[in-house]
């Protein structure tokens, strides 16, 4: 029966592995849900002998999004045990050098907010899975690969919808436009062509994941209700499709904030529970792909006389792939090496990095912070342009072959 299966399950990964490599930004990987820590370097194991990658190979993608965002959790839950104990990298509420994020890391009953942390890495998924095909478990997560798969293809008519039978036309479909089109900037990625002003275009990338993030953060912080309305003043003003036509609800008044941010088909108090985490896992996904090489240049610069790498230029998907003759994006997607360094020490080679930046903007949701104070610090930290002249010749990209 476990060959069957396997034989089964590889059929199905080979046809998805067409076009993996296209799939992700910072790399996620909904087949691996136990997170681990070997030799000092991030990696992943499965929840059950026979789950899926059990017949994949396991280096086709890596979990880089889920520990950033598991290291964020603990930073902000656990901040005195990274000082006590700096080379012991991953901290989780299970115990051990590993977590499955879905059942084992609970968190403390203690006066702090209590969140999920597999709401909120499922919301760092999110990004690039904005219809949720892999959230399931046995033939619901297969057949959510397949969906998923498709859904970077730009060669059809029309897409899957989040529900059974529901068929979305091109123009109206989330996952393209989530990565190819007017809201790349769930991904820190620019809709601008490859010609134009570096700093034009960072900013107007900056100015749209903020956008997002004001969005988000009312979601997460609950100003704005799972049960709102989600209305099309809303969709025009964040660049994105309508949702209602990506489910094929009968009638648009039917969608809500946690159609967006919650699968369908679930009941609506779990639902409910569920949306604000995902919206906050969001907002983390677009930090940390700002700090992809293959979205972005950051150099580094010391900002009141701390190390942080700041922005330079921001690309678009052609830039990623076409015009660096391969696929720049996959390659660049992988374990960056100031991550490495912080699994292995404990310490922070940039002081903005998204685990820091990370685990403030937890703080700052389970503090109820204004958003105009989030967004400052946001730019201050995360989103911080270079200050470095334009008559100066700029060092080296962090991340790339020349640094």
């Not at 969001?282 to 610069?301: G, I, K, N, W, Y």
């Not at 958003?371 to 790339?400: M, N, Y």
């Amino acid at each position: 029966m476990k060959q069957i299966r396997c034989a089964v399950l590889v059929t199905i990964i080979a046809f998805l592995t067409i076009c993996a490599s296209k799939a992700f930004a910072f790399q996620v990987n909904p087949c691996y849900r136990v997170l681990e820590i070997k030799n000092g370097v991030p990696d992943q194991g499965r929840i059950r002998a026979w789950f899926i990658n059990t017949c994949w190979l396991k280096n086709d993608f890596n979990t880089v999004h889920e520990h950033l965002t598991n290291f964020a959790i603990n930073e902000y839950l656990e901040p005195a045990y990274y000082l006590r104990n700096p080379k012991v990298a991953l901290v989780n509420r299970a115990g051990g050098d590993s977590v499955n994020f879905i059942t084992g890391a609970e968190w403390p009953k203690g006066a702090k907010p209590r969140h999920t942390t597999y709401g909120i890495i499922y919301g760092s998924w999110w990004n690039d899975d904005p219809l949720m095909f892999t959230w399931g478990e046995g033939a619901n997560f297969t057949t959510g690969l397949l969906k998923l798969r498709r859904q970077f293809e730009d060669t059809h008519a029309e897409y899957r919808g989040g529900v059974s039978g529901c068929r979305v036309k091109a123009a109206d479909y989330l996952p393209w436009h989530s990565h190819y089109g007017s809201m790349q900037y769930l991904h820190f990625m620019t809709n601008e062509p490859n010609a134009g002003d570096d700093q034009a275009r960072l900013r107007k990338t900056t100015s749209e994941a903020l956008l997002w993030m004001e969005f988000a953060y009312k979601v997460a912080i609950k100003k704005i209700k799972a049960d709102d309305p989600l209305t099309e003043a809303d969709e025009i003003k964040l660049g994105m499709p309508r949702v209602d036509l990506n489910y094929c609800l009968e009638d648009k008044k039917n969608e809500k904030v946690r159609t967006l941010f919650a699968p369908a088909g679930t009941d609506y108090e779990g639902r409910n529970l569920l949306t604000p985490d995902v919206a906050l896992g969001s907002m983390l996904h677009v930090m940390q792909d700002s700090f992809s090489p293959a979205h972005t240049c950051r150099v580094d610069e010391y900002v009141a006389g701390r190390p942080y790498a700041v922005l330079t230029k921001v690309y678009n998907y052609g830039e990623q792939v076409e015009a660096n003759l391969g696929d720049y994006h996959h390659d660049k997607d992988d374990y960056p090496g100031w991550l490495i360094t912080y699994t292995r020490t404990g310490k922070h080679v940039y002081e903005n990095d998204p685990i820091v930046v990370g685990a403030w903007l937890i703080k700052a949701v389970d503090q109820q912070m204004e958003w105009d104070d989030v967004r400052k610090h946001l730019e201050q930290t995360i989103f911080k342009r270079s200050d470095r002249p334009a008559s100066e010749p700029s060092p080296a990209c962090i991340g790339s072959s020349k640094a």
